[in-house]
C-alpha cells in the first residue's frame, strides 16, 4: 500500500487529529483534496478488490485535512465526509472484522454501533446529517477515526491483537447483519 501513496502505521499523521475545513471559504481547497482521495482509491481498487467496500481518509495521504471517502459495496455512489462528526450511535453494536490501508497485512475484530448519525459540512457551508446502518456504518465510523486520529486496534478490546491476514481468511466470516 506505500507504493500506492498510502501512509503506513507509525507515521506520526495518522495519531493527530485532523484539521477542519472553514467551508465555503475553503471550497476549493476541500475539492482538491476530495479529488486526490478518489485518485487514490481509484490506484488501489486496481491492485485489490474491496468486496464489503473501502474509504480512505486525508491524514492517509499525508494530509492533516478533515475530509475522507467512502465507496459502499456494489453500485452504491461513493460517500464524501467533509469535517464529519458522529452525533449519535445506536446503543446496540457488534464485532466484525475490519482491515485498514495502513497496515493492511492484519485484520482485527472491532466493536462498532450498528448505527450512527453523522453530521458532516457542504462545500457550500451548510451542515448535513445522516444516519448510517450496518456495514456502511462501519465503513464511515472508520474513516472517521482517522480523521480523529485514532487506528481500528485503539477500538479492539483489551487483550485482543489483530490476527495475520491469512488466518483471517481462513475464518469465512463476511460482515453479516440480520
Known amino acids: 500500500m506505500r507504493d500506492l501513496g498510502v501512509v503506513q502505521d507509525g507515521a506520526g499523521i495518522l495519531a493527530e487529529p485532523a484539521r477542519a475545513f472553514d467551508l465555503p471559504a475553503e471550497h476549493d481547497e476541500a475539492e482538491r483534496i476530495t479529488d486526490e482521495l478518489f485518485a487514490a482509491m481509484e490506484r488501489i481498487g486496481r491492485v485489490h478488490p474491496f468486496a464489503k467496500g473501502m474509504g480512505i481518509a486525508a491524514p492517509q495521504i499525508g494530509i492533516g485535512r478533515a475530509v475522507a471517502v467512502v465507496q459502499p459495496p456494489g453500485d452504491a455512489p461513493a460517500v464524501i465526509l467533509l469535517n464529519p462528526r458522529i452525533t449519535d450511535r445506536s446503543d446496540e453494536t457488534d464485532e466484525q472484522y475490519e482491515g ?16 450512527i448519525t453523522v453530521e ?24 472517521i477515526d482517522h ?3 485514532l487506528l481500528y486496534t485503539a477500538r479492539m478490546a483489551t487483550g485482543v491483537d489483530p490476527i495475520p491476514v491469512e488466518e483471517y481468511r481462513q475464518t469465512g466470516r463476511a460482515w453479516a447483519y440480520e
Do not use: K, Q
Open 120 to 143: 458532516t459540512t457542504s462545500l457550500t457551508g451548510e451542515a448535513v446529517t445522516t444516519v448510517y446502518e450496518h456495514g456502511l456504518a462501519r465503513l464511515i465510523h472508520h474513516e
Open 147 to 149: 480523521i480523529d486520529g
Open 100 to 115: 485498514c490501508l495502513s497496515f493492511f497485512d492484519v485484520r482485527g475484530l472491532v466493536p462498532r454501533p450498528l448505527n
